[in-house]
């Protein structure tokens, strides 16, 4: 199986920051690589597809970048909603896995 | 508007089983490929299982196989998963989520249900 291990495990940072969040699969996943949000007691979101293509409807200041194993997660300018927790997926080949979270304070 | 809405969770006993639904509406259920994800109290996400949209492809995660089965009912719009021989470690919200592109196997998932709670204890 691949596995997927995100970094920071949590962090925090003020309203209007630049936060970057990394993911890194254990074998090479070309550009199969999703972002999901997930706010307390609700169900993930999908913000980010294909390593780098923003799903409809989600803000502009998230964006994604990487290929092979390494990846990230930029969000341009905090916003206090954007306080979450965030997984990244592989959709390389099953099982499909997911990083095990980074959590996001404000 | 597009939505899933899962049903069927509850309390059972180890060992017990349960039958899960997730009830599709505001798109041709039928042209897409379908999941079921789970989430452990306090832990992360973690894939269950994968329906193609004729059914003829099925994947599940370790985990659960030999003891879960996915189906479909495209007549009734509706996703299933009959969970057998259930283990404390199965205690989870289980969520039904879409695959973004239909007839497509690309395990992204972009419409996701809420979530029905399942408990897995004596």
């Known amino acids: 199986d691949i596995q997927m291990t995100q970094s920071p495990s949590s962090l925090s940072a003020p309203v209007g920051d630049r936060v970057t969040i990394t993911c890194r699969a254990s074998?090479?996943?070309?550009?199969?690589l999703n972002w999901y949000q997930q706010k307390p007691g609700k169900a993930p979101k999908l913000l980010i597809y294909?390593?780098?293509s923003l799903q409809s409807g989600v803000p502009s200041r998230f964006s994604g970048s990487g290929s092979g194993t390494d990846f990230t997660l930029t969000i341009s300018s905090l916003q206090p909603e954007d306080c979450a927790t965030y997984y990244c997926?592989?959709?390389?080949?099953?099982?499909?896995?997911f990083g095990q979270g980074t959590r996001l304070e404000i | 508007e597009v939505q899933l809405v899962e049903s069927g969770g509850g309390l059972v006993q180890p060992g017990g089983s349960l039958r899960l639904s997730c009830a599709a509406s505001?798109?041709?259920?039928?042209?897409?490929?379908m999941n079921w994800v789970r989430q452990a109290p306090g832990k992360g996400l973690e894939w269950v299982s994968y329906i193609s949209s004729s059914a003829r492809t099925i994947y599940y995660a370790d985990s659960v196989k030999g003891r879960f089965t996915i189906s479909r009912d495209d007549a009734k719009n509706s996703l299933y998963l009959q969970m057998n021989s259930l283990r404390a470690e199965d205690t989870a919200v289980y969520y039904c989520?879409?695959?973004?592109?239909?007839?497509?196997?690309?395990?992204?998932?972009?419409?996701w249900g809420k979530g029905t709670t399942v408990t897995v204890s004596s």
């Open positions: 505001g798109f041709t259920f039928s042209t897409y490929e």
């Open positions: 294909d390593a780098s």
């Open positions: 989520a879409r695959d973004q592109v239909p007839g497509y196997s690309g395990y992204i998932m972009d419409v």
């Open positions: 074998q090479s996943i070309s550009s199969y």
């Open positions: 997926q592989q959709s390389y080949k099953t099982p499909v896995t």
